[in-house]
């Protein structure tokens, strides 16, 4: 139930606490939205944002004071230093109190302040520098590789420098030794005499190490181990030292090419070398018997550090390398591992050289032996000169006979040709023509004896026989010798000698002809006739074919007969055998004359897939001249 009352039936202190609790109630919210709310989220973001900063903060904190990498906080215009992490330290041997307050240039950190001012005006321009190589100054005055990259940043309001340093010197140095250990390369693979060889090897060693004297010794068949190259050695040190031997007492050079080493004692390497960075000082810590036993000749001309690295081929030692300087330490270790690291390469170098040098007197003693029986074969060689002459000759006897037995294979043919023509001719005018009258007379005869039945019954068997005689005798005529071939030329023979065989044998025959005109000279159309007659017949007989094709066409300056059946068909790898069988002699003979009239024959076939005969003759030149 609802119960509506109406403002005037209220109470007075109702109205005025209604009204003002209305008010209230409107305000507020309108308090809040535009007064609480914004002042609520204006103090979160800044909450937000202190504690973003107190992160970024903490986090360039922990980067700064962790990075392994030299880094500092400066001043631009005066290098005024402000903040160093233990990077720095760690590289300059300096502590923090040492350098904080203090300008890079009272504690003389940079090796040439140059660089430092190099460096500042580059980030003036840029703002910004990368990958900026400089020498640093250690606390304890060892010189130092460095790669600085440094940005401008605003400290209370004035510019400030962030660097970061990182030492390269080893990488420096292992770049430079790589590079030294390129060059003994180059050298070992360029150089393939000795005396050349060894000098560069020790004009690149002198440069490395920056050694006053160096040597190389190579051990001999006789045990000595003399100089065969050595750059800054005196001549009273080169005598007194050159003549030394395996058998030298007291020798440090043949302890070492012995490989008679002790690697308990400081001055062995692992390698087998024998350093020493102050003879002086070696010497002072030996006993008055070791003393007596030690060979001091280097020290006696002065020389404080010295080098012997022995020069190895596999477990061989060939010599040594010997480095000398009148200062002390000049020799670290990682100079050493180097110089080892060349003795290794003048090993397979030397190797080469001396393989090289006993090639050569091989060489040479071959050329003396050489030169001996080749005198010694000079009148052999006439001899042989001859016989290669006479056999030559013979050649070319035998070559001309071949071509006059082709020649006269050719001729033969043409003769036998001409005979046949000749032999059917006369059957035909003579003898064919002699039974055509008597068969003539025979008839009339019969027609005079008709009366009689006996007499005209032999009559018909006479005249029966001459018959079959007269069709004999014009076979024999196109057997020997066809006319179509002479009168209608070699297209329509082809196609006379194809219908023959089909009637004949029974084989099914196809010939095309592309209908252009293809003049040869008698020889070449009868030696193409007879040769289609001989595979045709081959075909008959071996190939098992139920068909075959004859296409003759022109070729540019040549005519072109192919033969090809759909046989059996053999492998062309047989085809010396076939040619040496006395079976085979019709194809042998049919290429014979092809190659006499300047053409050829060519055979493909394989097992089973038949068999293609291509012939080729040229066409007559007189003929084509003349338009025919």
Request: with cysteine; hydrophobic share 40%.
């Given at each position: 139930?609802?119960?509506?009352?109406?403002?005037?039936?209220?109470?007075?202190?109702?109205?005025?606490?209604?009204?003002?609790?209305?008010?209230?109630?409107?305000?507020?919210?309108?308090l809040y939205m535009f007064v609480f709310r914004p002042m609520v989220r204006h103090t979160n973001e800044r909450e937000k944002s202190e504690q973003a900063l107190y992160e970024?903060?903490?986090?360039?904190?922990?980067?700064?004071?962790?990075?392994?990498?030299?880094?500092?906080?400066?001043?631009?215009?005066?290098?005024?230093?402000?903040?160093?992490?233990?990077?720095?330290?760690?590289?300059?041997?300096?502590?923090?109190?040492?350098?904080?307050?203090?300008?890079?240039?009272?504690?003389?950190?940079?090796?040439?302040?140059?660089?430092?001012?190099?460096?500042?005006?580059?980030?003036?321009?840029?703002?910004?520098?990368?990958?900026?190589?400089?020498?640093?100054?250690?606390?304890?005055?060892?010189?130092?590789?460095?790669?600085?990259?440094?940005?401008?940043?605003?400290?209370?309001?004035?510019?400030?420098?962030?660097?970061?340093?990182?030492?390269?010197?080893?990488?420096?140095?292992?770049?430079?030794?790589?590079?030294?250990?390129?060059?003994?390369?180059?050298?070992?693979?360029?150089?393939?005499?000795?005396?050349?060889?060894?000098?560069?090897?020790?004009?690149?060693?002198?440069?490395?190490?920056?050694?006053?004297?160096?040597?190389?010794?190579?051990?001999?068949?006789?045990?000595?181990?003399?100089?065969?190259?050595?750059?800054?050695?005196?001549?009273?040190?080169?005598?007194?030292?050159?003549?030394?031997?395996?058998?030298?007492?007291?020798?440090?050079?043949?302890?070492?090419?012995?490989?008679?080493?002790?690697?308990?004692?400081?001055?062995?390497?692992?390698?087998?070398?024998?350093?020493?960075?102050?003879?002086?000082?070696?010497?002072?810590?030996?006993?008055n018997e070791q003393k007596a036993r030690i060979c001091s000749v280097c020290n006696m001309h002065g020389y404080e550090s010295v080098a012997l690295i022995p020069i190895y081929?596999?477990?061989?030692?060939?010599?040594?390398?010997?480095?000398?300087?009148?200062?002390?330490?000049?020799?670290?270790?990682?100079?050493?591992?180097?110089?080892?690291?060349?003795?290794?390469?003048?090993?397979?170098?030397?190797?080469?050289?001396?393989?090289?040098?006993?090639?050569?007197?091989?060489?040479?003693?071959?050329?003396?032996?050489?030169?001996?029986?080749?005198?010694?074969?000079?009148?052999?060689?006439?001899?042989?000169?001859?016989?290669?002459?006479?056999?030559?000759?013979?050649?070319?006897?035998?070559?001309?006979?071949?071509?006059?037995?082709?020649?006269?294979?050719?001729?033969?043919?043409?003769?036998?040709?001409?005979?046949?023509?000749?032999?059917?001719?006369?059957?035909?005018?003579?003898?064919?023509?002699?039974?055509?009258?008597?068969?003539?007379?025979?008839?009339?005869?019969?027609?005079?004896?008709?009366?009689?039945?006996?007499?005209?019954?032999?009559?018909?068997?006479?005249?029966?026989?001459?018959?079959?005689?007269?069709?004999?005798?014009?076979?024999?005529?196109?057997?020997?010798?066809?006319?179509?071939?002479?009168?209608?030329?070699?297209?329509?023979?082809?196609?006379?000698?194809?219908?023959?065989?089909?009637?004949?044998?029974?084989?099914?025959?196809?010939?095309?002809?592309?209908?252009?005109?293809?003049?040869?000279?008698?020889?070449?159309?009868?030696?193409?006739?007879?040769?289609?007659?001989?595979?045709?017949?081959?075909?008959?007989?071996?190939?098992?074919?139920?068909?075959?094709?004859?296409?003759?066409?022109?070729?540019?300056?040549?005519?072109?007969?192919?033969?090809?059946?759909?046989?059996?068909?053999?492998?062309?790898?047989?085809l010396d055998t076939i040619a040496s069988d006395p079976k085979g002699f019709g194809l042998f003979s049919i290429q014979e004359r092809f190659h006499a009239l300047g053409g050829?024959?060519?055979?493909?076939?394989?097992?089973?897939?038949?068999?293609?005969?291509?012939?080729?003759?040229?066409?007559?030149?007189?003929?084509?001249?003349?338009?025919?």
């Amino acid at each position: 139930m609802i119960v509506i009352y109406h403002v005037s039936d209220l109470p007075a202190w109702f109205v005025v606490l209604f009204d003002s609790s209305m008010m209230v109630l409107i305000l507020f919210p309108m308090l809040y939205m535009f007064v609480f709310r914004p002042m609520v989220r204006h103090t979160n973001e800044r909450e937000k944002s202190e504690q973003a900063l107190y992160e970024s903060k903490q986090r360039y904190e922990t980067v700064f004071r962790t990075s392994p990498d030299a880094i500092t906080v400066s001043r631009l215009d005066d290098g005024l230093i402000i903040e160093v992490n233990e990077g720095f330290t760690a590289l300059s041997q300096y502590s923090e109190k040492e350098v904080i307050g203090r300008t890079s240039f009272d504690i003389g950190v940079w090796h040439d302040p140059q660089n430092r001012e190099e460096m500042v005006t580059r980030l003036q321009k840029d703002g910004y520098l990368k990958n900026f190589e400089a020498e640093f100054i250690r606390k304890d005055g060892v010189v130092i590789d460095v790669l600085l990259s440094a940005n401008v940043i605003m400290l209370n309001d004035e510019l400030h420098m962030l660097a970061v340093s990182r030492d390269i010197t080893q990488w420096k140095k292992a770049q430079k030794i790589l590079q030294v250990s390129h060059r003994f390369l180059q050298i070992s693979n360029r150089y393939k005499e000795m005396n050349p060889l060894l000098t560069k090897f020790i004009s690149v060693i002198k440069e490395m190490t920056n050694c006053s004297a160096v040597g190389i010794r190579i051990l001999d068949e006789d045990g000595k181990i003399p100089y065969q190259a050595f750059e800054g050695f005196s001549q009273q040190f080169y005598e007194s030292e050159n003549p030394k031997t395996l058998d030298s007492a007291n020798c440090m050079c043949a302890r070492v090419i012995l490989q008679k080493t002790d690697l308990h004692q400081p001055y062995f390497t692992e390698g087998g070398s024998f350093l020493v960075n102050s003879t002086t000082g070696f010497i002072e810590t030996l006993s008055n018997e070791q003393k007596a036993r030690i060979c001091s000749v280097c020290n006696m001309h002065g020389y404080e550090s010295v080098a012997l690295i022995p020069i190895y081929l596999g477990d061989k030692v060939l010599g040594l390398i010997q480095v000398v300087d009148p200062q002390e330490n000049m020799f670290s270790e990682r100079t050493i591992e180097t110089l080892e690291d060349a003795a290794l390469q003048l090993g397979i170098a030397l190797k080469r050289v001396r393989s090289e040098e006993a090639l050569k007197e091989s060489h040479q003693a071959l050329e003396r032996k050489v030169a001996v029986r080749t005198a010694m074969l000079a009148s052999a060689n006439e001899l042989l000169k001859l016989e290669i002459e006479e056999r030559k000759l013979s050649e070319k006897k035998l070559l001309k006979q071949q071509e006059k037995l082709r020649s006269l294979s050719s001729e033969l043919v043409l003769t036998e040709e001409r005979e046949r023509r000749r032999i059917a001719t006369d059957l035909h005018d003579r003898i064919g023509q002699t039974l055509a009258v008597t068969k003539i007379k025979l008839g009339e005869l019969r027609e005079a004896s008709a009366s009689s039945e006996a007499g005209a019954k032999a009559l018909d068997e006479i005249q029966q026989y001459i018959e079959e005689t007269i069709q004999d005798t014009r076979s024999l005529t196109f057997e020997l010798s066809t006319p179509v071939l002479y009168v209608l030329g070699l297209e329509a023979a082809l196609a006379w000698l194809a219908n023959q065989t089909r009637e004949k044998h029974g084989l099914q025959i196809e010939v095309k002809d592309d209908g252009k005109p293809k003049p040869l000279d008698n020889g070449c159309r009868v030696i193409a006739y007879q040769a289609a007659r001989e595979l045709l017949f081959n075909i008959v007989k071996h190939a098992q074919a139920k068909s075959a094709t004859v296409s003759i066409k022109k070729y540019d300056d040549a005519v072109r007969i192919d033969i090809e059946d759909n046989g059996i068909g053999f492998d062309t790898a047989e085809l010396d055998t076939i040619a040496s069988d006395p079976k085979g002699f019709g194809l042998f003979s049919i290429q014979e004359r092809f190659h006499a009239l300047g053409g050829r024959l060519e055979i493909h076939s394989e097992p089973g897939r038949g068999t293609l005969v291509s012939l080729m003759l040229p066409m007559d030149r007189h003929a084509q001249d003349s338009g025919d």
